[in-house]
């Protein structure tokens, strides 16, 4: 299968469902990762066109991890609006991959930008075949999945399926560590939330909080699209 993992900010898939990304790979299935943005806000002493250039960099190094093709949209960070040329970006970016599954964020977060991704790609889904919405790639004859990874710290958020990431836990943190640049911005913003800890601490956390709601060590939870506005059992999957 075709994998695409995309998400607003650099390290927002990383952090999310790199777990789930080497799985993938190392079954031998294509995984691309992607971002909306190119957070050229990420850094308070960089310019931003020097933060975005690093940060881009950073995902392609995280991606290379597993052997998968980052791509960037290069909107700007926390001044991306959806138009008609979004949703063209948006939809030429799934023709590209050919997506046979996206891994997305969540509906509700709390950050305008992880919204909004969301909300593009649940909307240009079913656009994906129609030839008369013309983009640079052609269309193929296929809606993907949709899958919604979970906000920061889990809020809100009750996954209705789990993956086993126990072996690939490692790799996660390689393609987490790759982000160098957002340790200390996010110790500098988040002071208050984050403590002693650094920025990529707490995905240890939740990753062994959800590997013990389905029994293993590590998992990562989501939510299938079509399930994201009611409550299902839960589901372990393969």
Same mark, same amino acid.
């Given at each position: 299968?075709?994998?695409?993992?995309?998400?607003? #900010?650099?390290?927002?898939?990383? /952090?999310?469902? +790199? +777990?789930?990304?080497?799985?993938?790979?190392?079954?031998? #299935?294509?995984?691309?990762?992607?971002?909306?943005?190119?957070?050229?806000?990420?850094?308070?002493?960089?310019?931003? &066109?020097?933060?975005?250039?690093?940060?881009?960099?950073?995902?392609?190094?995280?991606?290379?991890?597993?052997?998968?093709?980052?791509?960037?949209?290069?909107?700007?960070?926390?001044? *991306? *609006?959806?138009?008609?040329?979004?949703?063209?970006?948006?939809?030429?970016?799934?023709?590209?991959?050919?997506?046979?599954?996206?891994? $997305?964020?969540?509906?509700?977060? %709390?950050?305008?930008?992880?919204? !909004? /991704?969301?909300?593009?790609?649940?909307?240009?889904?079913?656009?994906?075949?129609?030839?008369?919405? @013309? $983009?640079?790639?052609?269309?193929?004859?296929?809606?993907? /999945?949709?899958? %919604? *990874?979970?906000?920061?710290?889990?809020?809100?958020?009750?996954?209705?399926?789990?993956? =086993?990431?126990?072996?690939?836990?490692?790799?996660? !943190?390689?393609?987490? %560590?790759?982000?160098?640049? @957002?340790?200390?911005?996010?110790?500098?913003?988040?002071?208050?939330?984050?403590?002693?800890?650094?920025?990529? &601490? @707490?995905? $240890?956390?939740?990753?062994? %909080?959800?590997? !013990? @709601?389905?029994?293993?060590?590590?998992?990562?939870?989501?939510?299938?699209?079509? =399930?994201? *506005?009611?409550?299902?059992?839960?589901?372990?999957?393969?």
């Amino acid at each position: 299968m075709n994998i695409l993992a995309i998400g607003a #900010h650099p390290d927002d898939v990383e /952090t999310s469902c +790199g +777990g789930t990304l080497a799985k993938y790979a190392a079954q031998g #299935h294509k995984v691309f990762t992607a971002t909306a943005t190119n957070g050229n806000v990420g850094s308070a002493t960089l310019s931003m &066109d020097e933060i975005a250039r690093i940060r881009k960099e950073e995902a392609r190094k995280a991606a290379a991890v597993i052997g998968a093709e980052y791509v960037c949209l290069d909107y700007d960070d926390e001044m *991306f *609006f959806e138009d008609r040329n979004a949703r063209l970006a948006f939809i030429d970016l799934v023709r590209y991959c050919k997506a046979d599954i996206i891994l $997305t964020h969540n509906p509700e977060d %709390y950050n305008p930008d992880h919204e !909004l /991704t969301s909300k593009i790609i649940n909307d240009i889904a079913v656009m994906i075949p129609v030839a008369k919405i @013309q $983009t640079r790639n052609k269309p193929y004859e296929k809606i993907p /999945t949709i899958a %919604y *990874f979970e906000p920061v710290n889990g809020l809100g958020f009750v996954p209705t399926e789990y993956v =086993d990431i126990t072996d690939y836990f490692e790799k996660k !943190l390689e393609m987490c %560590y790759a982000h160098q640049s @957002q340790i200390s911005w996010m110790s500098d913003n988040y002071k208050d939330s984050l403590g002693d800890k650094n920025f990529f &601490d @707490q995905y $240890t956390i939740i990753a062994k %909080y959800r590997g !013990l @709601q389905c029994g293993v060590e590590y998992a990562e939870g989501f939510r299938m699209a079509n =399930d994201a *506005f009611r409550v299902v059992p839960y589901r372990v999957l393969p």
